[in-house]
């Protein structure tokens, strides 16, 4: 094969890639604006409704680690495959779903598939683009189709709900992730860490997996068992136990799922860190907007849907910007305006109102914490990957996916909490006044997005302290000498 065919073959295979990271992504959001009309179909409660989407985010998160472990180990092509399969029976059956638990299990399932074929991914591209600007227009591409993923899965949510019905929101997915599974084989080459054992880290796959699903429950499930109840205090000292457990098992093993010697690279743990803030600032954006539009503005989901275009078409131009600004002025700089962004965007949703409408309590906001995400999410994913050994680009991958979805699980059982308590008090208060319900809603909403803020702000300072200077100007000097050769 022609280095040019060589060149072009590598190029369709990222768009088969992103594709795939786009459904995975968009499946976070795109239930957010069906959400009104599940809850009327399998008559969820107010408060449950959550878990079809924390469901999807937290075994996500929780078996992300695994899922880039064994694409380094097995094999990254075939997990990628394997991953798109399980994704796309998930979904089949969770548009067939019948009732509350049936859904909530199929969505749990389409988040394993998807913490299978996501680092899988994710590691492909950046063993098949090398360090420099080759990888940066990689992961421009991989950012602006993964950060528009969640407003776009808000506005196909809302084409599908209103146009076919709820159930399509997941039918959509299946013949996508089997298309893309079929075409696999004929554009990605196999590739795999060369390392000598290949044995796997169950008891830390376990450990952590258990810990993380056992505190997002914990802060979901605490507005109604009480934050100072035996079953809340119980669950997180056994969530932190069981995180401990990990710790120690990984120090431990031969082969660890996460080799701590990784975070010895403080880029690499910045940008997980940071990646952790993003996710629980902004995944609870979209979930926030959605139902403020239809729950106070009175909505339907195709407005609702229809009214996120502004929000992806600045996703998708921020993230091509920012791949080239990364290039010339390194991840750092570019990573800490990005979050300046999406504070600024968050503060000013913070001011919704009841009696609000698209133009004067939307619109605004959206297009500063777009960019804001456009700006985040490219050099975080190149700041998680930069300088790492192609043996540990599975494990890498699954950290900086792993944090963002957790980072996302976390944020939404939090903000959900203080929304709800929020909301719950002041209709206390109220007692039944008109209008009451629409302040109270509203009111909920404006203190998870001023604490949202606050997640990005915390993002914006660690980011300064410990993403090294010297990392993004190194990564600058790569993509220079590459353009020079």
């Known amino acids: 094969m022609s280095t040019v065919s060589s060149d072009r073959r590598r190029w369709i295979a990222l768009a088969l890639l992103a594709m795939a990271q786009f459904v995975v992504v968009l499946d976070a959001s795109i239930v957010n604006v069906a959400l009104p009309s599940i809850g009327r179909g399998l008559h969820f409660s107010q408060d449950s409704l959550s878990w079809v989407v924390n469901a999807y985010v937290l075994t996500f998160g929780g078996f992300l680690l695994l899922g880039g472990r064994m694409a380094d180990l097995i094999g990254r092509r075939k997990m990628f495959i394997a991953g798109l399969i399980v994704f796309a029976l998930a979904s089949l059956a969770g548009g067939l779903a019948q009732s509350e638990g049936w859904l909530i299990a199929a969505r749990a399932v389409q988040g394993l598939g998807a913490a299978i074929l996501s680092p899988a991914a994710l590691s492909i591209v950046t063993t098949t683009f090398a360090e420099g600007a080759d990888r940066n227009k990689a992961l421009g591409v991989w950012g602006a189709v993964a950060g528009s993923g969640g407003a776009a899965g808000v506005l196909l949510g809302g084409i599908l709900t209103s146009g076919l019905g709820w159930q399509w929101v997941l039918f959509v997915n299946t013949p996508i992730a089997l298309l893309a599974a079929l075409l696999a084989p004929r554009l990605i080459d196999e590739s795999r860490a060369e390392v000598e054992s290949r044995s796997f880290d169950v008891a830390g796959a376990v450990t952590v997996t258990a810990g993380l699903s056992i505190l997002v429950y914990a802060l979901v499930d605490a507005q109604h068992a009480g934050w100072g109840s035996f079953q809340t205090v119980g669950l997180l000292a056994v969530a932190v136990l069981l995180l401990g457990a990990f710790a120690l098992i990984e120090s431990r093993a031969s082969a660890p799922l996460v080799p701590f010697r990784i975070f010895r690279q403080q880029t690499v743990l910045g940008a997980n860190v940071t990646g952790l803030l993003i996710g629980a600032s902004l995944f609870s954006m979209f979930f926030f907007i959605s139902l403020y539009m239809q729950q106070v503005l009175g909505y339907g989901a195709l407005k609702a849907g229809i009214s996120y275009l502004p929000l992806a078409g600045s996703i998708v131009v921020s993230a091509g910007v920012a791949s080239q600004l990364v290039t010339k002025i390194g991840f750092k700089p570019v990573l800490l305006a990005g979050l300046a962004l999406i504070a600024i965007g968050l503060v000013w949703f913070g001011q919704i109102s009841a009696d609000g409408s698209f133009a004067s309590d939307i619109l605004g906001p959206s297009l500063v914490a777009a960019v804001g995400l456009g ?24 950290l900086i996916n792993t944090s963002q979805q957790v980072g996302g699980a976390l944020g939404l059982a939090v903000l959900a909490t203080i929304a709800n308590s929020r909301t719950a008090s002041l209709l206390t208060d109220a007692h039944g006044a008109p209008g009451a319900v629409k302040g109270a809603l509203t009111s909920g909403f404006q203190s998870a997005f001023l604490t949202a803020a606050g997640f990005a702000i915390l993002g914006l300072l660690l980011g300064f302290l410990l993403i090294r200077r010297e990392d993004s100007r190194r990564h600058v000097e790569a993509a220079v000498a590459e353009s020079a050769a």
């Open 375 to 398: 700006f985040a999410f490219v050099p975080v994913t190149i700041a998680a990957v930069a300088g790492v050994k192609d043996r540990d680009q599975g494990l890498a991958s699954g």
